[in-house]
Nanobody, 125 residues
Framework: QVQLVESGGGLVQAGGSLRLSCAASGRTFSSFAMGWFRQAPGKERDFVAVINWSGDSTYYADSVKGRFTISRDNAKNTVYLQMNSLKPEDTAVYYC??????????????????WGQGTQVTVSS
């Protein structure tokens, strides 16, 4: 079992930055690929970014490429999402997720085994 706790969300003006953190406990953190997803009201949960076990490979949704950066610190059991140049359309609840099986490059929610409770990000125009 893995427990994931997100933090770092909040209200920011368009063009601003936020850094989300996701702290993991339980099974060996370094054995999981870690992803970030987001869900706006009335919409499906969308893929944002994923990072492999060692942290040397990443993949992003086109909508955030060049603005968001995913990283991880296995010594601290934490994955991060640095969000720059935020836009109002980035407003959503952001979730981190852990995947323990198969390829690391997971982009759909059902491929993940564990989820955090989410943290709200609101970008004002």
């Amino acid at each position: 079992q893995v427990q994931l706790v997100e933090s770092g969300g909040g209200l920011v003006q368009a063009g601003g930055s936020l850094r989300l953190s996701c702290a993991a406990s339980g099974r060996t953190f370094s054995s999981f690929a870690m992803g970030w997803f987001r869900q706006a009201p009335g919409k499906e949960r969308d893929f944002v970014a994923v990072i492999n076990w060692s942290g040397d490979s990443t993949y992003y949704a086109d909508s955030v490429k060049g603005r968001f950066t995913i990283s991880r610190d296995n010594a601290k059991n934490t994955v991060y999402l640095q969000m720059n140049s935020l836009k109002p359309e980035d407003t959503a609840v952001y979730y981190c997720a852990a995947a323990s099986r198969g390829s690391w490059r997971r982009t759909v929610p059902y491929e993940y085994d564990y989820w955090g409770q989410g943290t709200q990000v609101t970008v004002s125009s």
